[in-house]
Nanobody, 130 residues
């Protein structure tokens, strides 16, 4: 059964950092699926924050980031483990949200920060507060 499971959320002080993990299983293989991270804060629209392309479409590990996290975040993956990581540094109060990973079957195109996704995880809460 295809599944995405996020972990790594928690309470962090402003200026701190954290690393979120997304484990893909079942039919979701990182060779063929691009993985994107989204977040949604209470009362706000869902925002795509980072993505990494499938290995078959971009062997160089193509990534993309939203302006809100660009320069202080990094997305990476371990195909063998089926894991995708999102590290965010210099966390701000406005980074507080539920973070979700999503999988997109993308054999010949780059990852995306919006659009249709076949699979979603259940989310992990990130709270940035002093």
């Amino acid at each position: 059964q295809a599944q995405l499971v996020e972990s790594g959320g928690g309470l962090v002080q402003p200026g701190g950092s954290l690393r979120l993990s997304c484990v893909a299983s079942g039919s979701i293989t990182l060779d063929y699926y691009a993985i994107s991270w989204f977040r949604q804060a209470p009362g706000k629209e869902r925002e795509g924050v980072a993505c990494i392309s499938s290995s078959i479409s971009h062997s160089d590990g193509h990534t993309d980031y939203a302006d809100s996290v660009k320069g202080r975040s990094s997305i990476s993956k371990d195909d063998a483990k089926g894991e995708v990581y999102l590290q965010i540094t210099n966390l701000k109060v406005e980074d507080t949200a539920v973070y979700y990973c999503a999988a997109d079957l993308a054999l010949s195109r780059a990852c995306q920060l919006s659009g249709e996704f076949g699979f979603w995880g259940q989310g992990t809460q990130v709270t940035v507060s002093s």
